[in-house]
């Protein structure tokens, strides 16, 4: 997605050649109306598949996930993994764990049973692959449930951290919208 790469040089920084700060529009602040762009592409590139829900992880893909609902049509909910234990999660729950290279720690995430099950055709959306835990841990999740992984949308792909790589030896469908090669210490991205 062009406009995304472009909004990428003129609006993110890069921080010791490994860190990517887009939180001015994307991941703190958020641009809405080019979030809304984001889930169009994705409909774009998924309509037709059957897709019935769609699935992230807390909290970063969350508004992606929910945009990106909103465009499906019909329209399709929105779930994401929790990654700590509340009163209003109880019971039944699918569980996986993912190590968080931003926050260096590693966390149980789960959904309840009741809004994941062998019937759903399951489109995972997030904000960043780089290593691949957090989708590993949400693919873990599906599998838990019996439902059936269509696909993933990432926004922005680290593509040289290998995870999309890996996964995609697996067989998963990953769309990435913007697919970064490397990144300079002097703040240089180039895209693949």
């Given amino acids: 997605m062009k406009a995304l790469e472009q909004k990428i040089i003129k609006e993110g920084k890069v921080y010791g050649g490994d860190i990517l700060k887009v939180d001015c529009f994307l991941n ?5 109306e080019f979030l809304n762009e984001i889930g169009k592409e994705f409909y774009s590139i998924y309509k037709g598949n059957g897709i019935n829900k ?29 990654k700590s234990a509340s009163k209003n999660i109880s019971g039944d729950v699918y569980t996986s ?7 260096g720690k590693t966390y149980d995430v789960m959904v309840a049973k009741e809004h994941l099950g062998s019937s759903d055709k399951v489109l995972i959306i ?4 780089a290593k691949g835990a957090a989708l590993e841990a949400l693919v873990d999740i599906c599998d838990q449930a019996g439902a059936e992984v269509v696909g993933v949308g990432i926004v922005i792909e680290k593509a040289y951290q290998g995870g999309g790589s890996k996964l995609r030896q697996k067989g998963i469908r990953i769309e990435s919208l913007a697919q970064i090669a490397s990144m300079g210490k002097d703040g240089t991205i180039e895209f693949c």
Avoid: M, Q
Avoid at 56 to 69: D, P, R
Avoid at 98 to 103: A, D, L, Q, W
Avoid at 126 to 129: E, G, P
């Fill in 54 to 82: 769609i699935l992230t992880i807390e909290a970063s893909g969350i508004g992606i996930a929910c945009v990106t609902a909103l465009n499906f049509d019909p329209i399709v909910p929105a779930v994401f993994a929790k």
């Fill in 126 to 129: 997030d904000d960043f692959l």
């Fill in 97 to 103: 764990k993912v190590f968080s290279y931003t926050h």
């Fill in 28 to 32: 703190h602040r958020i641009d809405v």
